[in-house]
């Protein structure tokens, strides 16, 4: 679809797409929920660009190969698990430790976030696949 509005709509909309999705995700902080729907919106994001300029364009735009995505969420959402593990915990349990930042305080970190952030990676990974894939052909 060759649009100037679309083209230029694309370029100013996909930052801000990228930046809410990562406020859903991080909204995971304390309870899981936020990877996927974020994964979705950041997704939506490359492909309503990919719509705008090509597919080429929206993959460069990505940086990282699609399936490298979903290789690197996989292993997050999985590593996720292995503190559980060594601290003789059910798998998959919440585990959480304290940073103390110097500008925010004690900033209280949670396996559930990692694991959000790896089904985040891969929601992106499998839709940004899927619809480039279609798109291509």
Same mark, same amino acid.
């Given at each position: 679809?060759?649009?100037?509005?679309?083209?230029?709509?694309?370029?100013?909309?996909?930052?801000?797409?990228?930046?809410?999705?990562?406020?859903?995700?991080?909204?995971?902080?304390?309870?899981?929920?936020?990877?996927?729907?974020?994964?979705?919106?950041?997704?939506?994001?490359?492909?309503?660009?990919?719509?705008?300029?090509?597919?080429?364009?929206?993959?460069?735009?990505?940086?990282?190969?699609?399936?490298?995505?979903?290789?690197?969420?996989?292993?997050?959402?999985?590593?996720?698990?292995?503190?559980?593990?060594?601290?003789?915990?059910?798998?998959?349990?919440?585990? +959480?430790?304290?940073?103390?930042?110097? +500008?925010?305080?004690?900033?209280?970190?949670?396996?559930?976030?990692?694991?959000?952030?790896? $089904?985040?990676?891969?929601?992106?990974?499998?839709?940004?696949?899927? $619809?480039?894939?279609?798109?291509?052909?």
């Amino acid at each position: 679809m060759d649009s100037i509005i679309l083209r230029t709509a694309a370029r100013y909309l996909m930052p801000i797409f990228l930046l809410f999705s990562v406020i859903i995700l991080l909204r995971g902080h304390n309870a899981p929920g936020g990877g996927f729907i974020g994964g979705l919106l950041a997704a939506g994001a490359f492909v309503f660009y990919a719509i705008a300029h090509g597919v080429a364009e929206a993959s460069r735009k990505l940086l990282i190969a699609p399936y490298t995505l979903i290789a690197i969420g996989l292993l997050v959402a999985f590593g996720s698990s292995i503190r559980s593990f060594f601290n003789d915990q059910p798998f998959m349990s919440s585990e +959480w430790s304290v940073l103390n930042m110097p +500008w925010l305080g004690k900033l209280p970190i949670g396996t559930p976030l990692v694991f959000d952030a790896g $089904v985040y990676l891969v929601v992106i990974g499998v839709t940004t696949t899927i $619809v480039f894939s279609l798109a291509e052909e």
